[in-house]
């Protein structure tokens, strides 16, 4: 009953980040640093289903001013969707550089998954898509 009740909050989480988005609250971030504490955060869990999560940023990347709860749910949504759609194992590296140039950051989510299909690919950002039976379908549109 205690699983459910989380499974269930978790769902109005989503909805009402969904629909009242928290106004972000940028900061000057240190993104190596933010980066490293999210992998070390969900990688143990990913471990025990065979699936290593590796963290790699550029050296001398500038503080960038963003709202590090917003881009570390962004980070939650797409590792855990990358690991979900992993059926035996597999690796999932999160890398950040600098954009060319330097006017910016490129932080990218990357895995050795399966992959996903052309439809699924231009529906994965609308409300409610899922191709899982146990999803809400929220997660990249929060993101």
């Known amino acids: 009953m205690l699983a459910e009740t989380r499974r269930v909050n978790g769902t109005l989480q989503s909805l009402l980040h969904f629909a009242r988005p928290r106004r972000p609250r940028p900061v000057p971030t240190d993104i190596p640093e933010l980066l490293a504490a999210t992998v070390q955060f969900i990688a143990p869990g990913l471990r025990k289903r065979s699936i290593e999560l590796s963290c790699s940023t550029a050296p001398d990347l500038p503080l960038i001013s963003l709202d590090a709860n917003h881009l570390r749910q962004v980070l939650v949504n797409l590792i855990n969707n990358a690991a979900e759609a992993m059926e035996s194992g597999g690796a999932i590296t999160v890398r950040a550089t600098a954009f060319p140039e330097g006017s910016g950051l490129i932080v990218a989510v990357e ?33």
């Open 111 to 143: 895995d050795d998954g399966p992959g996903m299909s052309d439809e699924t690919r231009e529906k994965i950002f609308e409300p409610f898509y899922t191709t899982k039976f146990h999803g809400t379908g929220l997660g990249l549109a929060v993101a």
